[in-house]
């Protein structure tokens, strides 16, 4: 816990959000301003700040953030199958377009159709 980050007082329940998803090491909740139809955060209750932050050891956690937001993603409106889908995205740094510095994974879903470029919406 960092005393002043969002994020971390928002997992706590400090401060109110529409929770989608809590078990002891994760959290997810609504986007406040969505940039798309399914805009959902998920990020580790403990304090990360970016994917600049993380290293080797961290790779058994950030699986499981993978594998929870899949299924985050498909329980909660995004479209199934092929034709469907959804985005993960994690900005990362000022260059990243990183506004809130506790990592977190956008679930961007139900968009169609997506630019091509590679840069999200969000
Ligand atoms: P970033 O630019 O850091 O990747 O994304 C931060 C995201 O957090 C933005 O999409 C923004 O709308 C969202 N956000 C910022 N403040 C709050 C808040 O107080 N509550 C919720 N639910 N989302 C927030
Ligand atoms: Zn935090």
Not at 79 to 95: A, D, Q, Y
């Amino acid at each position: 816990m960092t005393q002043d980050c969002l994020f971390c007082k928002i997992s706590k329940g400090e401060i109110p959000s529409k929770k989608v998803y809590e078990d002891d090491e994760f959290f997810a909740f609504h986007d406040i301003n969505p940039a798309a139809p399914v805009h959902i955060l998920v990020i580790p209750k403990k304090h990360v700040v970016s994917m600049q932050h993380v290293t080797e050891h961290d790779a058994e956690w950030l699986g499981r953030l993978m594998v929870l937001a899949a299924k985050i993603a498909q329980e909660n409106g995004c479209n199934p199958g092929h034709e469907g889908g959804f985005r993960l995205v994690t900005n990362s740094g000022i260059e990243g377009g990183q506004e809130i510095f506790h990592l977190h994974l956008h679930i961007l879903g139900g968009t169609r159709p997506w630019s091509n470029r590679a840069a999200p919406a969000a």
